[in-house]
């Protein structure tokens, strides 16, 4: 595929209502859902599956809803080969119902009709802090808003979304649809402070003077992971995420085209093999990279990026080059200009203009270092509790989401967070008990 053919816009266009409902139809209702067992949150995938063959999208709403405060998102982004969808019975016969494009559908149309929402409690049983307003971030607020707590996020960046708007390409996840589902969350009574940096304009001690009774902490992993293969400093080697970020920023007219870390034509190499790598190389493509290339030391099997993902860069044009591990950036006058790699056949250089590393991230220290009394680990993720679940060793301080553990998938990370708002209306509780 020509580079000028690929666009920026969403990929998949989604099912029409007779679609999803022919979809929907096709669901067997199992006794003992598979479906479930496979979704991280355990959504009621039947439940809202068979609601939909009956055309009561809002019915479908409702019970999405009990579960997840994102569903447009996950409908996009979630691994359904390896969850929902991966589990379907149907899967024998290799047509297993489409559940995040239905999923997709409900919340889409319920978000272009705004349907009239649940009644939500008054905001009586307590005030809760959360910084970040990433997939932890959102779904704590929302758990914690449908339960009657007064929420209120704080973050960094212009608008809310933290990585859902900043991280994944706009083919991908459209930033209206994240837009749309901020909107719904706020509709929960959620207030949302942007442009606001914890650790600088504001700290946790700050919060709890201000009359929080408890505070998550939801930022991510801020800092990407480097290399320390020689040359690395050169001008030349930057990191995924931030390159994604720039493209996001250039996309909606927030940055300048001359801003975005690949020039039109470049020879564009990317170091990793997950679904970042697929994204910093098929957004790559998309910003008018001539040529780009996935550099991964492992085996095609051992890679861990969607296999649909695979597909479709392939699709695009993207190569892959196995088993390569890049030795060496070279340069002159401090700007890259070709690497040395080590394949199984030997040694060799490429030119290259640009590398994009995506090897993972870790935690930022900007919170932590800013507070008394929260414990990280060696590698600078932050330590919780069992109980209440996702405390860190200081009082009323939670944590959840990519801070405490490994980078996960979006899912993974609701998952987490479901059961800290948990952990947090019961400290919550417990606390004002104990003040009265």
């Known amino acids: ?75 996009r982004v979630c691994p359904h080969e ?21 999923e997709r559908f409900a919340a889409d149309f319920d978000g272009n009709m705004g349907l009239i929402r649940d009644k939500i409690p008054q905001k009586t049983r307590g005030k809760v802090a959360v910084i970040g307003s990433g997939p932890a971030g959102l779904t704590v607020a929302g758990d914690l808003a449908r339960e009657g707590f007064n929420v209120m996020i704080f973050e960094g960046e212009q608008e809310a979304g933290g990585v859902l708007m900043y991280g994944i390409p706009e ?15 706020e509709a929960l009574g959620v207030t949302f402070i942007t442009q606001c940096m914890v650790g600088q304009a504001i700290t946790v001690d700050d919060m709890f003077e201000q009359g929080f009774d408890a505070v998550f902490i939801g930022s991510g992993t801020a800092l990407p992971k480097s290399l320390d293969t020689p040359g690395y400093t050169l001008r030349g080697v930057t990191q995924s995420s931030y390159f994604l970020r720039m ?8 940055i300048g085209r001359e801003e975005v870390p690949v020039k ?22 998309r910003m008018g990279a001539g040529k780009v290339y996935v550099l991964f030391r492992r085996t095609i099997d051992q890679m861990s990026a969607l296999q649909t993902e695979y597909n479709e860069a392939v699709e695009e044009g993207v190569e892959f080059l196995w088993e390569t591990t890049v030795t060496e950036f070279i340069g002159s006058n401090g700007k890259l200009e070709k690497i040395r790699v080590k394949t199984p056949e030997g040694e060799n250089f490429m030119p290259i203009d640009r590398i994009l590393l995506a090897i993972g ?10 507070t008394s009394g929260i414990e990280v680990d060696d590698t600078g993720y932050v330590i919780t509790k069992e109980r209440p679940y996702g405390m860190t060793t200081r009082k009323g301080v939670f944590a959840g989401g990519d801070v405490v553990h490994t980078p996960q998938t979006v899912v ?25």
């Open 412 to 436: 993974l990370a609701m998952k987490e967070a479901k059961q800290v708002a948990k952990g947090i209306a019961q400290f919550v509780d417990a606390k004002k008990l104990l003040e009265e």
């Open 1 to 75: 595929m020509e580079t000028k053919d690929l666009k920026f816009g969403e990929l998949d266009e989604g099912f029409t209502i007779k679609e999803a409902i022919e979809e929907a139809k096709r669901c067997l209702n199992c006794k003992n859902p598979l479906c479930i067992k496979g979704c991280p949150i355990e959504n009621n995938i039947p439940g809202f599956i068979h609601q939909l063959s009956m055309g009561n999208i809002g019915a479908a709403m409702h019970i999405i809803n009990e579960k997840s405060n994102l569903p447009a998102i996950c409908g």
């Open 361 to 370: 991230s870790r935690p930022a220290n900007r919170i932590v270092s800013t």
């Open 264 to 285: 039109q034509g470049d020879i564009v190499g990317v170091i990793g093999g997950g679904n970042v790598a697929m994204d910093a190389a098929r957004t790559a493509l």
């Open 247 to 254: 493209a996001s920023l250039c996309n909606t007219g927030s």
């Open 82 to 102: 390896k969850q929902c969808v991966g589990h379907c019975v149907l899967n024998a016969k290799k047509r297993p119902i489409q559940v995040g494009k239905l």
């Open 171 to 185: 083919y991908r996840l459209p930033k209206d649809v994240v837009r749309k589902e901020v909107k719904k969350i």
